[in-house]
């Protein structure tokens, strides 16, 4: 298909796609983060098993290797990004449809490790189409939408994380553990429908974005040659050590709330109001970007979160039965949750500035692997940690501290000098 005949996306349409798409893997994802931490405690888990959830993320760890892949192999009836959507989301729905058969007192007790091969066979099926969604979210999106398109990606994703995780914690007392993971897999059945609708070989020109590689390229380098450009493994030191408080004070927060007295109606309650902060602070620093240099944005909220993660030391001195008090645990969670999804856009948004021209799926897939790893890293640490420590004050305190590798890996990154290869490097 030649590039004239190509037709321009409506961009309503297109932040209806992508919403639909993030959502998708925020909602299974709030059953794993979120919703997953307090059912378990709830049966008796330890903190280890829980922070073995994390390792549980293993295929975003590895994506990457079969990034290209996805990249190159297709139905061509289905087009190329739109086959892999729709095949990994059928499989994640059948996933929580089998996981939904077994009784949660098997499941939870003697069948723990059937629950964690399922779960990471979710996982596959996600990231996987995350690759695709991805690629296809950076094909689609120009460098004036690129701000708002995070926005949406991250808020889309948010909703979902928002109603598969404290959602279905809320109802979980009401309709049982078998008709929550079902109503996960419709809600996924779902979201599928703007990618029926949508025609990508209509709007993307495969050919032309193949024949733009350099000669002699192939899949085997592929990220080899991303790891030759000049300082980048700085920037990727960035992305490493830049979630690595929030990995492991993230694995705690359900399980301290949970050993707090609250029940898991009270957790969906606390996780959901922190949620739907969250949404807003995402859409506002979609505003506050374009006045800010990326450098001040993500050295003011690195130092953000040291701050937001410390506050949660404070939880453990108080009481569930003191209104005041619950008021300061909702407080708490709120302003973490708020400081953690304006640092995660804009993030994002600097990532797809970390990509190269005609390798962005792939590249921007790399830069997401990198974070995965130090999430699964400080999670597992995280659970290990607060069972040795048994003191979840110190836990966060020393969650908290890891912050401040970020800063001093920020302040190395921005000293060296940009390559010219990357489509817009940070400044």
């Not at 893997?25 to 979120?34: I, N, V, Y």
């Not at 493994?233 to 690595?244: C, D, N």
Request: hydrophobic letters at 50%; aromatic letters at 12%; glycine letters at 8%.
């Amino acid at each position: 298909m030649s590039s004239s005949a190509l037709k321009p996306i409506d961009n309503r349409f297109l932040f209806v796609l992508l919403t639909s798409l993030y959502f998708s893997q925020g909602f299974p994802s709030g059953l794993l983060a979120h919703a997953m931490p307090a059912i378990m405690r709830e049966y008796g888990a330890s903190h280890s098993a829980i922070g073995a959830l994390k390792l549980l993320a293993l295929p975003w760890l590895f994506k990457f290797l079969w990034a290209p892949f996805i990249d190159r192999f297709y139905y061509a009836s289905l087009s190329p990004h739109r086959s892999w959507i729709l095949m990994m989301q059928c499989g994640a729905v059948a996933t929580l449809l089998g996981l939904s058969l077994m009784p949660a007192d098997w499941i939870f007790g003697q069948g723990l490790a059937v629950l964690f091969v399922l779960l990471c066979l979710l996982n596959v099926f996600s990231s996987t189409q995350d690759v695709a969604t991805d690629g296809l979210a950076v094909s689609l999106l120009s460098e004036k939408l690129r701000g708002l398109g995070n926005t949406v990606q991250v808020a889309g994703y948010k909703i979902g994380l928002m109603l598969g995780g404290s959602g279905l914690l809320i109802m979980m007392n009401s309709i049982g553990w078998s008709l929550t993971i079902q109503l996960v897999a419709v809600t996924l059945i779902l979201m599928l429908i703007p990618t029926l609708f949508f025609k990508e070989n209509s709007v993307l020109n495969r050919e032309e974005r193949i024949s733009g590689r350099s000669s002699g390229e192939t899949d085997s380098y592929f990220f080899w040659d991303y790891f030759k450009i000049k300082h980048i493994a700085y920037w990727l030191l960035v992305l490493f050590t830049y979630k690595l408080a929030d990995g492991m004070s993230s694995t705690l927060v359900k399980s301290m709330l949970i050993d707090q007295g609250m029940d898991l109606a009270r957790v969906g309650e606390i996780t959901l109001f922190s949620s739907i902060a969250g949404l807003l602070g995402a859409v506002l620093v979609g505003v506050i970007y374009r006045y800010f240099k990326p450098l001040q944005l993500l050295f003011g909220f690195a130092v953000l979160q040291i701050g937001s993660i410390s506050a949660y030391a404070l939880i453990p001195g108080l009481q569930v039965t003191n209104h005041s008090d619950v008021f300061w645990m909702y407080w708490i969670v709120t302003q973490d949750q708020l400081v953690d999804t304006m640092s995660t856009v804009v993030l994002f948004a600097i990532m797809m500035g970390h990509c190269r021209k005609t390798h962005e799926g792939g590249d921007y897939t790399l830069q997401a692997c990198v974070q995965v790893l130090s999430a699964g890293i400080a999670g597992a640490l995280g659970g290990m940690i607060a069972d040795v420590l048994n003191n979840y004050v110190w836990s966060f305190l020393f969650a908290a501290s890891l912050g401040v590798l970020a800063l001093i890996s920020l302040g190395v990154y921005f000293s060296k000098p940009k390559s010219s290869g990357l489509m817009t490097a940070a400044n």
